[in-house]
């Protein structure tokens, strides 16, 4: 291994070097604005007329065209619905020229509109398993209680599974939620989900784009083993003050933005955005209740015993400092809370903050864009249940890190390290109910190189990371590679894998069917020191990394401009995981099970797992219809040591029906609707109940004393939920009220033909409980 490490660098190095020392050409490069906003267009192109010699804006709106031969060029600048602007340039031996440039909205839209910053993405980057996100295709599906949010788009992604209505949670090709890293504007968000499920902690509305990996991620990313998310935000209009004031069914926001400083050439300023929003699920759902008490449903039983008592409120802030030529300094700060609180049950809640900043630099005699974060999390969790026994949880951290970009033509060259530290503190009471208090410090540093090769029609992506855990003193090589092959103009195959690992466990149990605790911490100490295998053969424990291993194939193929296919074949192996010990019977620290088998007094243990499956995605897009069929399917298994089973999220068939259409005289009408057809998630049946007695004496009377009622488990996760199915729909009409206010209404309705979907049965009473009924919302929003 440390042989194909120091081979793999070496490559690198030398690629390094040739992409250093060229210079006998110029480059032009720059940024692409939105002249309206001052905002960085995303996806813009930029190309030399008459040439092959082109770039697409990136999430700055950073443009970068290498190896241009001196000579006189036309500089063109293209994106869907605005302008095409024109340029004369020169270009001069060994020089860097910058041009910035303001997009202006066209007036109509061109149908001659023919060259696509996504279509030449398609043919120059790997692309695997990544979903571009953008606040027009959040806004483009129904929207649970009026407002859009990225949690209900998700779920519509190829490979992502969802577990309920309530308290539901994320999984990603066979990827837990901890396994899942999320990143806003570079800095770690530990839990970007409410308890409900159907709610996000970010606004839509102050989103730029939402990058989901599901797998096979390049190595710029690590400390997970499962998917990434990173999401950036808009850094507010540079122009002049506008805002959006919104109220729905469940909840309400206010979104403000604007320059506190203006530019006078268009370029630099500093600017500012600032977002919050709050629910009211619980005071809505007693609006609701005499609705739900007339529904003739089962389905309402569920909502109205256990009502809708979640509440959340979410703030973030962010200013911006922009410099005239491109530099960028951006400060941030968010405070995320989220309560439950069943009566007589359990209450939970969460509270999450942190701030940071991050920066944009183009030197100007420098090929090399730098990138830098430096960024503060907290999130902490608290537990009450009927038993009176708390649980709490508490992670706080910090990332720092660097990333330099160098473009030559149509290839990249893309290195930087990461350092990070989080402190985990975790008490909880175990099966055998001894108190545990784990805290735990954990340093990580790491490293990556990439290097994007576009040689004819192949595409290829060899990166490396090196995963340094200080606090474990565990290294961790991890090279990955991506492929892609432009069979023709219309056919692309591609490929990647990789090597994954990560320290962050998750301090659930994964036979809750439920689980609204979501706490966290690292490695644990008292692993077990051997592990044993399916065949029955043993292995040594080594580390207390968890860590996998991905690979990928797929293909691409456009039908037409408008409509394509995306298939993709993959496979995860979990080679290490760590999880509750649902097998305990012995407390470790009791003299009497010193000779008892790990497995059976561990308070966490080993495992091992797979996950693999198909995904299809079928998308239709044009001017006023899109539609998007998406259908997957996987399996995922664990084996524990003793068992293999399925894990509770783990579902053979998914399928989404998406359709936007945009509609009336003036296009200010808009119909979305999905369907969903899902199988139904593994359980652990119910076989039987007995009388327990916990013998305090030896003279005690068994046959006259009180016992408590016990429950017999059948095997784990044999059992498998009903299959479950949703139709929700939605219109909007928007109305003018002045050039710079918008006045929109929404009327939507949640399970519309209010499906009985099962969402668990109580193990004593055996009552039903279900998925949300048909839920009618309604939404205003004026944006001015």
């Known amino acids: 291994m440390n042989k194909t490490i120091a081979r793999s660098l070496g490559v690198l190095m030398l690629l390094l070097i040739a992409t250093v020392t060229f210079a006998q050409n110029g480059i032009v490069r720059g940024f692409v604005?939105?002249?309206?906003?001052?905002?960085?267009?995303?996806?813009?192109?930029?190309?030399?007329?008459?040439?092959?010699?082109?770039?697409?804006?990136?999430?700055?709106?950073?443009?970068?065209?290498?190896?241009?031969?001196p000579g006189n060029y036309t500089l063109m600048v293209t994106s869907l619905g605005f302008d095409t602007i024109q340029m004369a340039v020169a270009i001069k031996k060994n020089e860097i020229l910058q041009k910035n440039h303001q997009l202006v909205e066209a007036a109509t839209m061109m149908n001659t509109f023919n060259v696509s910053a996504e279509q030449q993405e398609a043919t120059t980057q790997v692309k695997m398993s990544v979903a571009k996100v953008t606040p027009k295709e959040i806004k483009s599906i129904p929207s649970v209680g009026g407002d859009p949010d990225l949690a209900q788009y998700l779920q519509v992604l190829p490979g992502v599974t969802f577990t309920g209505d309530q308290g539901g949670q994320l999984y990603i090709r066979g990827g837990s939620p901890v396994q899942n890293k999320v990143l806003l504007d570079g800095m770690i968000i530990y839990n970007p989900f409410h308890s409900i499920g159907l709610f996000s902690v970010f606004d839509t509305d102050i989103l730029r784009t939402a990058d989901v990996y599901t797998g096979g991620f390049n190595a710029e990313?690590?400390?997970?083993?499962?998917?990434?998310?990173?999401?950036?935000?808009?850094?507010?209009?540079?122009?002049?003050?506008?805002?959006?004031?919104?109220?729905?069914?469940?909840?309400?926001?206010?979104?403000?933005?604007?320059?506190?400083?203006?530019?006078?050439?268009?370029?630099?300023?500093?600017?500012?955005?600032?977002?919050?929003?709050?629910?009211?699920?619980?005071?809505?759902?007693?609006?609701?209740?005499s609705y739900f008490e007339g529904l003739s449903s089962e389905n309402a039983r569920g909502v109205d015993t256990l009502g809708l008592p979640y509440g959340f409120t979410d703030i973030y802030g962010k200013i911006s400092f922009n410099g005239d030529n491109g530099n960028k300094l951006s400060l941030f700060g968010f405070n995320f809370r989220d309560n439950v609180n069943y009566s007589d049950i359990s209450k939970l809640n969460w509270n999450s903050y942190g701030g940071g900043a991050n920066f944009v630099l183009v030197p100007a005699t420098s090929k090399t864009l730098i990138e830098g974060v430096a960024a503060y999390s907290s999130y902490k969790i608290n537990l009450e249940e009927v038993d009176g026994v708390p649980r709490q949880s508490e992670i706080t951290g910090f990332n720092t890190g660097m990333d330099f970009t160098t473009f030559s033509g149509?290839?990249?060259?893309?290195y930087g390290f990461e350092i990070l530290g989080f402190k985990t503190n975790y008490e909880f009471v175990n099966t055998v109910g001894t108190k545990i208090v784990q805290e735990e410090n954990t340093t990580e540093l790491s490293g990556f190189m990439m290097y994007r090769i576009n040689a004819?029609?192949?595409?290829?992506?060899?990166?490396?990371?090196?995963?340094?855990?200080?606090?474990?003193?565990?290294?961790?090589?991890?090279?990955?590679?991506?492929?892609?092959?432009?069979?023709?103009?219309?056919?692309?195959?591609?490929m990647a894998g990789g090597m994954y690992s990560q320290n962050l466990i998750s301090a659930n149990s994964d036979r809750d069917i439920v689980n609204l605790f979501y706490g966290f911490l690292s490695g644990p100490d008292n692993l077990q020191d051997e592990f044993t295998k399916q065949d029955g053969s043993t292995r040594d424990v080594t580390h207390k990394l968890q860590k996998a291993n991905h690979a990928i194939l797929g293909f691409e193929y456009d039908f037409t401009n408008s409509l394509n296919l995306n298939v993709?074949?993959?496979?995860?192996?979990?080679?290490?995981?760590?999880?509750?010990?649902?097998?305990?019977?012995?407390?470790?620290?009791?003299?009497?099970?010193?000779?008892?088998?790990?497995?059976?007094?561990?308070?966490?243990?080993?495992?091992?797992?797979?996950?693999?499956?198909?995904?299809?995605?079928?998308?239709?897009?044009?001017?006023?219809?899109?539609?998007?069929?998406?259908?997957?399917?996987?399996?995922?298994?664990?084996?524990?040591?003793?068992?293999?089973?399925?894990?509770?999220?783990?579902?053979?068939?998914?399928?989404?029906?998406?359709?936007?259409?945009?509609?009336?005289?003036?296009?200010?009408?808009?119909?979305?609707?999905?369907?969903?057809?899902?199988?139904?998630?593994?359980?652990?049946?119910?076989?039987?109940?007995?009388?327990?007695?916990?013998?305090?004496?030896?003279?005690?009377?068994?046959?006259?004393?009180?016992?408590?009622?016990?429950?017999?488990?059948?095997?784990?996760?044999?059992?498998?939920?009903?299959?479950?199915?949703?139709?929700?729909?939605?219109?909007?009409?928007?109305?003018?009220?002045?050039?710079?206010?918008?006045?929109?209404?929404?009327?939507?309705?949640?399970?519309?033909?209010?499906?009985?979907?099962?969402?668990?049965?109580?193990?004593?009473?055996?009552?039903?409980?279900?998925?949300l009924p048909l839920m009618p919302s309604f939404g205003l929003s004026l944006t001015f």
Not at 33 to 58: C, H, P, Q
Not at 410 to 414: L, R, T, Y
Not at 470 to 485: D, V
Request: overall charge positive; charged content about 25%; glycine content about 8%.
């Open 456 to 494: 004819g029609k192949m595409v290829i992506e060899p990166s490396v990371r090196l995963q340094y855990y200080a606090s474990l003193a565990t290294f961790s090589p991890e090279p990955r590679l991506g492929l892609k092959f432009n069979a023709t103009n219309k056919l692309r195959f591609k």
């Open 410 to 414: 149509d290839n990249q060259f893309k």
């Open 568 to 771: 993709e074949g993959y496979y995860k192996k979990f080679t290490q995981l760590t999880n509750t010990n649902r097998n305990q019977v012995f407390d470790e620290n009791d003299d009497a099970a010193a000779n008892e088998p790990d497995v059976l007094k561990k308070e966490f243990i080993v495992e091992t797992g797979d996950a693999y499956g198909v995904d299809v995605a079928l998308k239709y897009s044009s001017s006023h219809l899109n539609v998007w069929t998406v259908y997957s399917l996987g399996k995922v298994t664990r084996w524990d040591g003793i068992q293999e089973y399925f894990p509770v999220f783990d579902r053979r068939h998914n399928v989404n029906v998406v359709v936007a259409y945009i509609f009336g005289k003036d296009l200010n009408w808009e119909f979305n609707t999905r369907w969903n057809l899902a199988s139904g998630f593994p359980f652990t049946q119910t076989q039987g109940f007995y009388e327990g007695i916990g013998f305090s004496s030896i003279d005690q009377q068994y046959t006259s004393a009180n016992g408590t009622l016990e429950i017999q488990f059948a095997e784990l996760n044999k059992g498998r939920l009903p299959y479950y199915h949703r139709l929700d729909v939605n219109i909007k009409r928007k109305f003018e009220l002045g050039k710079n206010s918008t006045l929109e209404a929404n009327l939507g309705a949640t399970n519309a033909y209010n499906r009985d979907n099962l969402f668990y049965v109580d193990r004593v009473t055996a009552d039903k409980v279900y998925q």
């Open 221 to 289: 990313y690590g400390g997970r083993i499962s998917s990434i998310m990173d999401i950036t935000t808009r850094d507010g209009d540079k122009k002049r003050l506008r805002g959006k004031v919104s109220a729905s069914t469940f909840s309400s926001k206010l979104l403000l933005e604007g320059p506190l400083s203006k530019s006078k050439d268009g370029n630099g300023g500093i600017s500012f955005v600032l977002s919050g929003k709050h629910s009211y699920l619980e005071q809505t759902s007693s609006f609701y209740k």
């Open 33 to 69: 604005y939105n002249d309206k906003t001052g905002e960085a267009e995303i996806g813009a192109t930029v190309f030399l007329k008459g040439t092959t010699m082109g770039a697409a804006t990136d999430a700055n709106g950073f443009y970068s065209i290498t190896k241009v031969p």
